[in-house]
């Protein structure tokens, strides 16, 4: 559907030209396809030495693992440690009234270097009830478990570690929250969020459960890096070689979320109360 089936490498390179880097197959699953952005007319005219631009492609599976589950997992470890911190202080002034609040990350350092009950220990249960150091303990604990989990490679994937932090904080089996977190998954990315363009295949007939255009994931390489067939690539570590084609109605649709994505200005959350202030002027 979305392939160009007249796709032929003796071509003239075109915006829209699907890639392949070199000996791909060795590669990250971030680092592999890519679909080239830059305009007809500037590839034409590039010099040996002209940057084209393309978006990585990557499979939706991966997409899941590597993207969405670091991001989701990223988002429950800052709540993790923003909550814990929160009630560390409210505990302390409850202990101490002249105590002085604590950032995350300055709770997250004291705790690295000690344990859950030592940092407890400082509360007197004499001005602390004894129900809310247990509750921080377990905070700390969670938090301290967070710590370890997030801290993963960029290049590992992150859904494991994201269904155990859930799982432990919900108290739930790992299977049932593997089922729970692969099922919100599907339902956020069935709505093809500004970051991503859908794409059911790279080549003609391909059997596939499908592609993900990373609009916000930018790649840049030499006009004369990019080859026609894959045995020319493979001889040039940055290298790359076309494989196919968009159909000019996909072309024309990634290039145009492409560019709605960074032209977008963001303005400032004051400007909202303002306009709502000003109409409830009105009349």
């Avoid at 084209?52 to 997992?73: D, G």
């Avoid at 009630?87 to 000690?114: C, G, H, K, Y």
Wanted: glycine share 4%; proline share 4%; hydrophobic share 35%.
């Amino acid at each position: 559907m979305e392939i160009d089936r007249s796709f032929t490498s003796s071509a003239p390179a075109r915006q829209g030209d699907l890639i392949a880097r070199a000996n791909f197959e060795q590669r990250h699953c971030f680092d592999r396809f890519g679909v080239i952005v830059t305009a007809d007319c500037d590839m034409e005219r590039a010099r040996p030495d002209h940057q084209l631009t393309f978006l990585r492609i990557v499979p939706v599976a991966e997409y899941v693992m590597h993207i969405w589950c670091r991001r989701k997992l990223h988002d429950l470890t800052a709540r993790l440690r923003n909550d814990t911190a929160s009630l560390f202080n409210r505990l302390s002034q409850e202990n101490e009234p002249t105590w002085s609040s604590m950032t995350s990350d300055q709770l997250a350092d004291w705790l690295s270097s000690s344990s859950a009950q030592e940092i407890c220990d400082t509360l007197s249960s004499n001005k602390v009830r004894k129900s809310d150091i247990e509750k921080l303990s377990i905070r700390l604990g969670e938090k301290q478990f967070a710590g370890t989990t997030a801290n993963i490679s960029p290049s590992a994937p992150a859904l494991d570690p994201f269904i155990y932090l859930r799982a432990r904080k919900k108290k739930v089996e790992i299977a049932k929250m593997r089922d729970d977190v692969l099922q919100q998954a599907k339902n956020e990315l069935s709505k093809e969020s500004d970051e991503i363009f859908f794409l059911s295949r790279l080549v003609p007939d391909e059997q596939s459960e499908g592609y993900y255009v990373m609009l916000d994931h930018i790649g840049t390489l030499r006009r004369d890096q990019l080859f026609d067939y894959k045995s020319e690539a493979d001889l040039t570590p940055e290298g790359a070689h076309r494989f196919g084609r968009l159909q000019n109605t996909f072309k024309y649709a990634v290039v145009q979320r492409f560019a709605f994505l960074f032209q977008r200005i963001g303005l400032p959350d004051e400007r909202i109360d303002l306009h709502k202030s000003a109409l409830q002027k009105i009349g």
